[in-house]
């Protein structure tokens, strides 16, 4: 078994926390300086 990490920095860095998150292949995420989603999902 492969551990697989997905590591993006500013804008990029969302588009790979999602794909992480819908993947469960993934084992861990790394973000430098990621964009927000303006405080997605308070309402």
């Known amino acids: 078994m492969y551990l697989c990490y997905a590591m993006e ?3 990029g860095g969302r588009y790979a ?3 992480v ?3 469960p292949e993934f084992a ?5 300086s990621t964009s927000g ?3 997605a ?3």
């Open 17 to 19: 926390a999602i794909a």
């Open 9 to 11: 920095e500013s804008s």
């Open 28 to 32: 861990g995420f790394i973000g430098v």
């Open 21 to 23: 998150a819908l993947d």
């Open 41 to 43: 999902g308070d309402s």
């Open 37 to 39: 989603f303006s405080r």
